[in-house]
């Protein structure tokens, strides 16, 4: 599947030449995440005492091949966030596995971790937040190639200052501090950090949530470049659909800890299968007053705390389809046409 | 609390006059509309380490009654001073508010007593913002802080109040608003909150509602929620408008008019249906090409964004001439020199710009 739709968009392979950190499985994708928990226990009393566990991600299974682009689209809380940060071993998975090329890092322990960070970099929302202000943006984009021994004296000067032409900064900004910097611009720095030591894989939660819209379009076309040349694959978490769409090949949908819905950009968003799906681009405001909607929310209530998420399907109470079996059986994710899975009773 | 106030702008500029031409003509479209709310070159300074700046520059537009006025910008572009200015609630110091009126039932809310302008905040003019949480207060609960609108404002008394409050919680459907009335804000999730922010704002019927980022906080489908809401309650109350945002998917759902604002500025004022079918300014067209759109069509290929090339420049440092110049494929000398005044374009349409009529005749 990841083939045709690398050839539809016109990504390449990687590059011949190009240092891989980790061993390279000959088949299977690049990212392979299986039954993936993280729970957080709930504390409570002077003792604290564990008093229940909130379900963050609850299970999940995804695939991401080498150069394409998974978007994995949900509300707040639904664990889309904790997912990047858990597989990645930011956080400590409560059960599954991530195979990373072929090789199950769950069970490695901490130091061993290394080779695989360079193959999987992470950028986040809030560019600000994550550069260290007492450091250069020279010296931040430099602390990778220095922690994986990369590149020494004159030449990591040299490979800072492409990656700066790169994101499109100049290297005259190298000795310049992240709050002289403008928010697209710190963006475009954590960008060029991951990039530092040629990744294979990027996970890239919410990179542009923060952003302005007329430089939100610069960094999307930034992401869209650096795949088109380098044959990064990203992990695109986001909130934002209309984004999503953009930028994904393929599709996967969170809600309360679980993926709901898993296919292609153009199937979920052309045919969605799941009410959830549904409801989420409906409700999505449309620029366009000729078409605007102006009655009606598409589903009403809350989203339940994961803390004590509802039995049977976790939507079950703001579906305006549900049926008894709904609020006693939590429905499978299936494929219900070639490719496209959904977790739903009806569809 | 000083505005320093200059009731006839005594610098009446190209400005000044191609607004209120943009008035008549708007004017004659819309019948009867008298303003309800008339804001007149309004500028806004703050005293920076840089400098004093000037963060709403010569603003004026006119809120009509019934309607939703979306003024859409980026951030930093004034969007939220000028709302702010408007009801004197900007910091002094740093803010100062340096120039305009802004002309409310035939008095300048700027000049008014500080005693006065308290009756009519809350009552007649109400605001709702982005973060419910910072205007609630964390230690009364519900039903105390939406009874105390209704017995500052209204004179009414503890058990008129209750009945009022729930009243207006159940308006904003909320589901038990009598168990809600006994909670605290913590108690409530983010949509919940933004409907108690709405149900104080609106229980005094005001003439006036101002909603500073309303919905920008929320989750999508929360967010469709609250808008709908929101469209429900101005049918029925008739509550003017005054819509902050930055999303233009909010503004084609909600509003009649915009104002497009930039580096403090308006840089263009039209008709909904106008600003996105007929933007004249290169500004207006580069937001609206440079947005994703959600486009379910099958066979809807990937592809790159139009981008608007640079970065908003800072306020302590605005370039000569049109501040938009160094971003705008379609400048020229003239831009770079001498800031272009805000010109009728259509039928309530105004724009800033001396190269509006390069711009293409239909928005991509």
Redesign the interface.
């Known amino acids: 599947m990841s083939t045709a739709q690398g050839a539809q968009s016109g990504v390449r392979p990687q590059p011949a030449g190009q240092p891989l950190a980790a061993p390279q499985a000959e088949t299977g994708p690049l990212l392979a995440v299986r039954g993936l928990k993280k729970y957080f226990p709930v504390r409570e009393g002077i003792f604290g005492r564990v008093t229940g566990q909130v379900r963050a991600v609850d299970g999940i299974d995804l695939t991401v091949a080498a150069g394409e682009t998974l978007g994995l689209v949900g509300e707040s809380g639904c664990g889309k966030s904790t997912a990047g940060k858990t597989i990645l071993r930011l956080l400590e998975p409560t059960a599954g596995t991530v195979t990373v090329a072929g090789r199950d890092i769950t069970p490695l322990p901490r130091r061993d971790l290394l080779p695989y960070r360079r193959t999987l970099q992470i950028i986040f929302q809030d560019p600000y937040g994550s550069l260290n202000p007492r450091m250069t943006a020279g010296a931040i984009v430099a602390e990778p190639l220095a922690i994986h021994r990369l590149a020494h004296g004159q030449a990591r000067r040299e490979r800072v200052a492409d990656l700066f032409r790169r994101v499109g900064l100049s290297p005259d900004q190298m000795g310049k501090y992240p709050h002289e910097f403008s928010g697209g611009q710190r963006q475009r720095i954590g960008i060029a950090r991951a990039l530092a030591v040629e990744p294979q894989l990027i996970i890239a939660d919410e990179p542009v949530s923060a952003l302005d819209v007329s430089i939100q379009a610069q960094v999307i076309n930034l992401l869209m470049d650096l795949q088109a040349e380098l044959g990064i694959a990203f992990l695109f978490i986001s909130h934002d659909l209309a984004v999503v769409e953009h930028i994904s090949h393929r599709v996967a949908v969170m809600y309360l800890g679980r993926i709901v819905e898993h296919t292609t950009r153009e199937q979920l968003f052309a045919r969605p299968l799941h009410p959830y799906t549904e409801a989420l681009l409906e409700a999505v405001p449309v620029p366009d007053p000729a078409l605007a909607r102006g009655h009606g929310a598409p589903v009403s209530g809350d989203v339940p705390s994961p803390l004590a998420p509802p039995p049977g399907c976790p939507f079950h109470p703001r579906c305006p389809l549900a049926e008894p079996q709904c609020r006693e059986l939590v429905p499978p994710l299936e494929e219900k046409a070639p490719g496209h899975w959904a977790a739903c009773h009806l569809r | 609390m000083t505005a320093t106030h200059t009731d006839a702008m005594p610098h009446a500029t190209a400005l000044q006059s191609a607004n209120s031409a943009g008035r008549a003509v708007a004017g004659d479209a819309v019948a009867g509309d008298a303003p309800v709310l008339r804001v007149q070159g309004l500028s806004t300074s703050f005293a920076t380490r840089e400098g004093t700046v000037r963060a709403v520059a010569e603003l004026s537009y006119d809120l009509r009654r019934g309607e939703t006025l979306a003024v859409v910008g980026?951030?930093g572009c004034g969007k939220s001073v000028g709302a702010l200015s408007l009801l004197r609630l900007i910091p002094q110091p740093p803010g100062r508010i340096t120039a305009g009126a802004v002309w409310y039932g035939g008095r300048d809310l700027l000049t008014l007593p500080e005693s006065a302008l308290r009756d009519i905040r809350g009552r007649e003019i109400a605001m709702i913002f982005q973060e419910p949480m910072t205007a609630l207060n964390p230690v009364l609960t519900i039903g105390r802080q939406v009874g105390e609108v209704l017995r500052r404002h209204l004179g009414l008394s503890r058990r008129e109040a209750w009945a009022r409050s729930v009243e207006m919680l159940r308006r904003v459907r909320i589901p038990e608003p009598e168990r809600r009335m006994g909670e605290y804000p913590h108690q409530l999730?983010g949509?919940?909150r933004q409907r108690v922010m709405i149900a104080m704002a609106l229980v005094c019927r005001p003439q006036v509602l101002i909603a500073d980022e309303p919905t920008t906080a929320l989750?999508?489908?929360?967010?469709?929620?609250i808008?709908?809401l929101m469209?429900d309650l101005q049918a029925e109350l008739g509550a003017a408008t005054l819509l902050i945002t930055?999303?233009?998917?909010?503004?084609?759902?909600m509003a009649q008019r915009v104002v497009v604002m930039y580096a403090g500025r308006k840089v263009e004022e039209a008709p909904?249906?106008t600003l996105?079918t007929r933007p004249r300014h290169p500004y207006t067209l580069?937001?609206?090409a440079?947005?994703?759109?959600?486009?379910?069509?099958?066979?809807?290929a990937?592809h790159?964004?139009?981008?608007?090339?640079g970065?908003?420049p800072p306020l302590h440092d605005l370039p000569p001439g049109c501040a938009f110049a160094p971003r705008c494929t379609y400048a020229v000398e003239r831009c770079r020199r001498e800031a272009p005044p805000l010109t009728e374009q259509g039928p309530g349409q105004l724009a800033a710009c001396w190269e509006a009529h390069q711009l293409p005749e239909v928005a991509p």
């Open positions: 980026e951030s999730s949509g919940m989750d999508v489908t929360i967010q469709a929620q808008l709908d469209r930055h999303d233009l998917g909010v503004v084609a759902e909904v249906g996105f580069g937001l609206l440079s947005m994703p759109r959600l486009n379910r069509a099958p066979g809807h990937r790159r964004l139009a981008e608007i090339p970065t908003v």
